[in-house]
């Protein structure tokens, strides 16, 4: 169906994972301190309940056992607050984590290709930027502290039984090795079961997205049973996944439980022994296994997150795919890499080519000067290349091949900001955002003040803002004030003029618009071109009737180029289009020599003649 975004390989994960912790080395020290101290003071009880122990039997009095007893209670309470304030610092550390997770999240789908995003279906991304995006966060703030402490617990508890006694130690360690295996064992398949999952919740999202925005024309092709067939298989492959993933959880789980039973019973009987035959004492044996017994719960708590560990580095694998590449090095000698300027407002195309993924090239090699001030028609059947190319100039795409520069940039390398101040591309689809008015035209300029702001209106012809009571405050979009089309066309106007581009491209903008509608926006319009450049993809031909010049494109190449006059003049397709059309009142024409029944209507119609 799609093309899915990429997904981060395993140790570009490990390298994003330590970039966070590096990130905030200060609150990772002062967790990793913090939790050492309370696991250290954990220890001090069954210790000195080994000694409660062995001191009894040598004959000890009861003050000496209140004494230590006293001392058993009081590091209880330090380890209880140490433990509090430690896991404070860390959920504190993992809540700033994740807005970084978070942010970088925004940035990076802000700044990926349109192009590889409508590739790739927005259903993926939005998954990304939702599921994934949380669980990944929620490990940080829930599941990363906790296993920190966990496993620095467990290994502090492992050091303290060797520490009383190896033989005893190296049995623990023995009786821990099915915990281990288990949790190899399910490591191992875990990652690709639930990448697995992940994908096929991205898939049924994209699949729900799709049925739901294209509800009418599900409707009108009567393609319910088809879409719902569809959804079916898509939830089916949902449920297969997650099926696997709970196989997965419920092996691990059911032998870890044995697990833990056997390095106990294993240190009772050896160190039984052991103190028959008198190597070790009994309290000991006895601080061993409690020690033992002890593990059990940083264990326990590691294993019921190693499993949203592993959700959320799938997670977090399918975030940082979105990662650029190359880990932005940084430039030269650390420098930022100066702002391309452009030196002029000349916009040359040399020997494009571009392909969409389908692979042929739809454009084979144009080469165009546009001069500043001109005023360019481009011309052309359906299918022939025009919106193609005006994506390009626009700096939208990147050509396969060839360059487009303005001003001997290339439009590709100029900053958002820059490039709004020289091309933008007026398409029939304007969107106004959920927001202000203000905040609706400041797209174009962020630091505009609110006179020019009224005067873009004014010129676009506007008056209407002026008559709402809350004037350039009023909320538009769902729930706010409505607007009509051609009021929505008026404000995209205004936008384009406070961002004052020296070029515009007016891709069939006012095509779709009903006659009426489309007079009060040609209106606005013309004030917008005043004293720009303008490239005018034009289906009416007195568009570039009255143009400086007029260019023809034909299946992907630039085949005619000069005046109308000239062109009109001629023996080519502008010429042969223009007789016809300006002699019969024919409503639709070929431009091709090819019939009419292969397809390839042309945009001339005299829609509104
Ligand atoms: N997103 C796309 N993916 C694949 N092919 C595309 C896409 N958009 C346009 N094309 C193809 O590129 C060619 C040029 O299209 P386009 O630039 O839209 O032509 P025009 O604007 O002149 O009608 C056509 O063959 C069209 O099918
Ligand atoms: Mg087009």
Known sequence: MTSRLPIAEPAQVRRAAI?????????????????GLAAGAGLVGPW??????????????????????????IFAIAQFFLTRYAS????????????????????????????????????????????????VASTLRDAGPVVIIAALQALIIVAAVFALDPLLGACGVVGLAGIAAAARWYLRRARAGYLAEGAANSDLSEILAATAVGARTVEAFGLQQQRIATCGAAIEECRRTRIRTLFLRGVLYTS?????????VGVLLIGGVLHNHGIVSLGAVVAAALYLRQLSQPLDTILLWVDQLQTSSASFARVEGLAPDEPAAPAGNGAPKPRPIPVDDRIELTDVHYAYDTGHDVLHGVNLTVEPGERLALVGPSGAGKTTLGRLMAGIDQPGSGTVTVGQIPVTDLEPDELRRQIILVTQEQHIFLGTIRDNLRIGAPTATDDQLAAALNVVGSDWVADLPEGLDTELGVGGHQIDGSQAQQLALARVLLANPHTLILDEATALLDPTMARRTERALAAVLKQRTVVAIAHRLHTAHDAHRVAVM??????????????????GHYAALWHTWHGEPATTTTMSNKPAASGTITDYGRAEE
């Open 19 to 35: 970039a966070l912790f590096r990130a905030d080395k200060r609150a990772v020290a002062a967790i990793l301190v913090l939790n």
């Open 48 to 73: 000195l309940l080994g000694r409660i122990i062995n001191d009894v039997r040598a004959g000890a009095g009861v003050s000496t056992v209140d004494r230590l007893a006293l001392i058993i209670g």
């Open 88 to 135: 404070y610092v860390a959920h504190r550390f993992g809540e700033r984590t994740a807005a970084k997770v978070r942010e970088q999240f925004v940035d990076r789908a802000l700044a990926l290709p349109a192009a590889v995003v409508e590739r790739a279906g927005t259903g993926d991304l939005t998954a990304r930027g939702t599921n994934d995006v949380v669980a």
């Open 256 to 264: 870890v439980d044995i697990s833990y039973v056997i390095p106990v």
């Open 554 to 571: 034909e299946e992907g190449r630039l085949i005619e180029l000069g005046t109308h006059d000239e062109l009109a003049a001629g023996k």
